[in-house]
């Protein structure tokens, strides 16, 4: 992305963002009782307005052309195709920890990240590193630290 | 002394003492690889003191900080890259002396005035932390509001590169403190029905995401991109210490390293990577024989001495403001904040009424950490360095199922665990574009304290600003917010017109 481009995607998603915020101030949160100037709405408003000044301070940089230290490289597609299948594949291993528990999820995502993400092709890795970090984590958690990890809504049922 | 004594008595038992000697190999491991940092490796140590008692828990916090702060050096000189940003000017003439074939000294040195400048800072903060305190006990809501404020300016403005990014960054911290159950009049907010949001984000939850999620995403882009993740072997490592006539010479640069160190720590936002480089540039200006300065950049111990001595006083400096006014200076001591927190500890004045022993054990447990650090330094650095071997693909894999683990056990929620990912993701995107995430991390720490403070003020005097000019202190945080502001400003100023003469120049 070009300096100046940049400079205006900031300020019109800063100016957006604040403008979103302040509408929700003030259709989201209910007036309390004291002083006007002391609602629970006071501190997420005042900052939604330095928020919305900030967005203008970057429009105005962008149209005087003046822009500061910035060189970014470009976001590509395939940059973000990465970035979306980590996404998933973390959010997955969140719902699985859910459904099925610690046991079960975690040397599955392990394999699954190590052989198919990370494309290993280690025996050791894809086999014996899931296991042992498995067994580690649970160890730690459930008989050092005398915690819990989760045990699945699905198991639990049986 | 009963306090000092029932301190003690906390800190010199067995778990303790063996939470500071793990805490600090994890420290040293994590702040000698190039881009894991020790920020991070708070953030996933901070779950596992959930179930610890509170001098347990902070001790091995503490220890890992000061582990990770020392431990950057081993990097910056065995593979010229810091491991963390406070290591970043031991590389100048650390990394030259390792390629003259003087690595073992340099790490030798750069341990032992590591422990001298963290101890030194130690004895500094503990005479300035009871002073503050004493002092601050007195503030009311007004001058605490006017205080946060000035630490939030300090830490926008010196903090990062661009004053506007970085208040950006900051305000999205203290939105992000607002989601939630308003704590005056229990009404909620941007909750959007949802029962979850009430609790609102926590600080922690955010701070595993934003630390610890950006960095595995990058890892596993790199690998999945074909391009390589670097491992580094660098052999077999030894550690030399220094013999006591190179103390000795360097003892005053030592001496104004770490009151520089400790001053600079104790400023909110300034922290270790500044302290280093100003300790750097003093030694080398302050050396008087020209053949010696000559050598400085090319392998000259003193370029080793004068950083790590300073960056490792910013630990002892950056606790000033944190134990007596409950204010973080940098994204590490905010997770200490966040352990003192999770165990019904508020930093600040009170504490030391409420719970003074808790403040001694502090000090205990940053002396013994300093302690473990040398042995581990010193005794075991040719085990410690071979992690530098492993692939970051796969410690990525390791820390990704201990951030969530960590994220579901601070409370037993899920939703922690989709909080945790959807900050990470915001991190990574900041990250990218370039908007520091530091800055959001301490707006969200401060912007509770803020909050409460000014709608107390408010309600105290029944809704006129003039309650943030009725004392001398408030009088005073708010000309040094001006100051601060107006540095900036000056700044960017001298920045604009730079930027025109380089032009103008072609």
């Known amino acids: ?158 | 002394m009963e306090d000092v004594l029932i301190a003690l008595y906390q800190v010199l038992v067995p778990e303790v003492l063996i939470a500071i000697s793990i805490g600090s190999v994890i420290g040293i491991v994590f702040g000698a690889i190039p881009g894991l940092t020790y920020s991070m490796a708070l953030a996933l140590i901070l779950p596992f003191t959930f179930v610890m008692e509170s001098v347990l828990g902070i001790s091995l916090l503490l220890s890992v900080y000061i582990g990770g702060m020392t431990g950057g050096s081993v990097s910056a000189i065995l593979i010229g890259v810091p491991g963390t940003p406070s290591s970043a000017a031991t590389v100048i003439d650390g990394f030259a002396l390792a390629k003259k074939g003087q690595a073992s000294i340099a790490l030798g040195t750069a341990v032992i005035v590591s422990t001298i400048g963290g101890l030194l800072s130690l004895v500094i903060m503990v005479i300035l932390v009871d002073f503050i305190s004493k002092f601050a006990i007195r503030f009311g809501p007004a001058e605490i509001f006017m205080l946060v404020l000035f630490g939030f300016s300090t830490i926008c403005g010196l903090s990062e590169k661009n004053l506007f990014r970085s208040l950006v960054a900051g305000i999205l911290g203290l939105m992000l403190m607002t989601i939630g159950l308003d704590d005056i009049e229990g009404i909620q907010r941007f909750t959007f029905g949802n029962v979850n949001m009430l609790q609102g984000v926590n600080l922690l939850v955010a701070m595993i995401g934003l630390f610890a999620i950006p960095h595995i995403l990058e890892v596993f882009h790199k690998k999945m991109n074909n391009e390589e993740n670097i491992a580094y072997d660098v052999g077999i490592v030894k550690t030399k210490l220094p013999g006591w006539d190179i103390l000795k010479k360097y003892s005053g640069l030592m001496l104004r390293c770490t009151g520089l160190g400790t001053v600079i720590g104790s400023i909110p936002g300034s922290g270790g990577p500044i302290a280093a480089f100003l300790a750097y540039a003093h030694a080398k200006n302050s050396e008087k024989d020209p053949k010696e300065k000559a050598k400085y950049g090319h392998g000259h111990l003193g370029g080793v001495i004068a950083p790590e001595t300073a960056n490792n006083a910013v630990t002892g400096g950056a606790m000033v403001p944190l134990l007596s006014l409950g204010i973080p200076g940098d994204p590490a001591t905010a997770i200490i904040l966040g352990g003192f927190l999770i165990h019904g500890l508020i930093p600040g004045p009170m504490l030391f009424i409420e719970n003074a022993p808790i403040i001694y054990s502090v000090y205990f447990a940053i002396f013994i950490s300093y302690i473990a650090v040398f042995v581990f330094q010193v005794f075991s650095i040719k085990y410690l360095v071979k992690i530098l071997n492993i692939k970051p693909e796969h410690l990525a894999v390791a820390i990704f199922i201990m951030v969530v683990v960590g994220a579901f056990t601070l409370r037993n929620s899920f939703f922690d665990v989709y909080v945790m990912l959807i900050m990470g993701l915001v991190g990574y995107f900041f990250n990218r574009i370039q908007l520091p995430v530091t800055p959001i991390v301490l707006g969200m720490v401060l912007g509770e304290t803020l909050e409460s403070n000014y709608r107390t003020a408010m309600f105290l005097s029944g809704g006129s600003y003039k309650i943030f000019f009725s004392s001398i202190a408030c009088v005073l945080f708010f000309s040094l917010i001006l100051l601060t502001i107006g540095l900036q400003i000056q700044k960017r100023i001298q920045d604009v017109k730079i930027q025109k003469l380089r032009k103008a120049n072609g």
């Open chain 1, 1 to 158: 992305m070009k300096k100046s481009n940049f400079y205006l995607a900031l300020s019109l998603g800063v100016i957006t963002f604040s403008l979103v915020w302040l509408f929700l101030v003030f259709y989201s949160i209910q007036g309390g009782f004291g002083e006007p100037r002391n609602t629970p709405r006071t501190i997420p408003f005042f900052l939604g307005i330095c928020l919305l000044i900030l967005g203008v301070i970057f429009m105005v940089q962008y149209f005087l052309s003046y822009r500061p230290k910035s060189q970014m490289d470009p976001f590509r597609l395939v940059e973000f195709r990465n970035v979306v299948i980590c996404i998933i594949s973390f959010l997955i291993y969140s719902y699985a920890l859910e459904a099925v528990g610690f046991l079960i999820s975690t040397p599955l995502i392990i394999f699954f990240l190590t052989r198919f993400i990370l494309k290993e092709k280690s025996w050791k890795l894809n086999y014996l590193f899931p296991i042992v970090m498995t067994g580690s984590i649970y160890i730690i958690f459930i008989y050092l630290l005398q915690s819990s990890l989760p045990r699945g809504t699905i198991i639990q049922l049986f």
